[in-house]
């Protein structure tokens, strides 16, 4: 081969692109095998470390005054179902009252029977009976209450009047008197009765008794706790506020008023007629 044609070719193979088979080899060389690629995607698949530690819940502390603030919950509740109660039974009231104050004056309990033989407004009476109470002319200046015979307590002290009073003396007067009030009595009874059971005022009684002994046990049980929360304190000046020593002056009001400020009570809320922790304070 002559010198030309080896320069040639040598230009000519430096010049050309590369040939197809001389590329292809080429692409094969920088592909991954697919071992390769499955194993790539397996290490995808796989997490990565966590950056930081997890996140640990830690468990809620208790309330400090957990227990106080339970009783303060429960009281708003018994509060409220005390003054239900009362307004239940005293609408049922109002209307046996309106019958009570139409008792027959003779039913009235006389001077000598109040003092010789009722001992007084003791109780139990000497003659261990009950009279019925009538308020009268309530609200005004007359106002003032008489103690009423029922048919029960007639007979009770009919029965036991010779045994405790003796025979002689007033003893055959008051029983004879005792005797002719019984019809009127009976009667009586009967209409009272009559409007207690269409109103339900016994039944309402014993409701509203019920609530407010169990108001009160709960004030009690308040009244034991020391607060040191706001939450708790706010417990004990609800129960607070209804004690009349609150109204004594001194130091008392505004150490009540300094309480329901920490606590959020409004002290509008502690205030009755004659509260000497009245709103006027400021």
């Excluded at 995607?41 to 996140?55: D, R």
């Excluded at 006389?110 to 009279?131: A, C, F, K, S, Y």
């Excluded at 009967?190 to 046990?217: G, I, K, P, Y």
């Excluded at 308040?222 to 040191?228: E, K, L, P």
């Amino acid at each position: 081969m002559s010198l030309r044609t080896s320069l040639k070719n040598l230009i000519r193979r430096d010049g050309e692109r590369p040939s197809l088979r001389e590329r292809a080899a080429d692409l094969r060389g920088a592909l991954p095998s697919r071992r390769t690629v499955v194993a790539g995607s397996m290490a995808v698949a796989v997490p990565l470390p966590a950056i930081s530690a997890p996140i640990v819940a830690t468990p809620a502390q208790p309330h400090p005054d957990a227990a106080l603030v339970t009783l303060g919950e429960r009281w708003l509740r018994a509060n409220d179902a005390q003054e239900r109660a009362r307004e239940e039974w005293g609408v049922a009231y109002q209307q046996v009252y309106a019958v009570i104050v139409t008792c027959p004056p003779e039913l009235f309990a006389t001077r000598d029977e109040q003092i010789r033989v009722l001992g007084g407004w003791r109780w139990p009476t000497l003659l261990g009976v009950n009279l019925r109470h009538v308020a009268l002319d309530w609200g005004t200046e007359e106002a003032h209450t008489e103690r009423a015979w029922t048919g029960e307590a007639l007979r009770i002290a009919i029965a036991r009047a010779v045994p405790m009073l003796g025979r002689g003396g007033k003893t055959p007067g008051r029983i004879r008197r005792w005797k002719a009030l019984l019809p009127i009595a009976d009667a009586f009874d009967t209409q009272v009765e009559a409007v207690e059971t269409a109103t339900d005022r016994r039944r309402l009684e014993a409701a509203r008794r019920t609530a407010e002994d169990e108001f009160r046990d709960l004030n009690r049980e308040i009244g034991r706790h020391v607060a040191t929360t706001p939450e708790g304190m706010a417990a004990l000046v609800r129960v607070i506020g209804l004690y009349p020593w609150k109204d004594t002056g001194g130091a008392w009001p505004n150490l009540l008023r300094s309480a329901a400020a920490v606590a959020g009570i409004d002290p509008a809320s502690l205030e009755h007629e004659h509260a000497s922790t009245r709103a006027d304070w400021a």
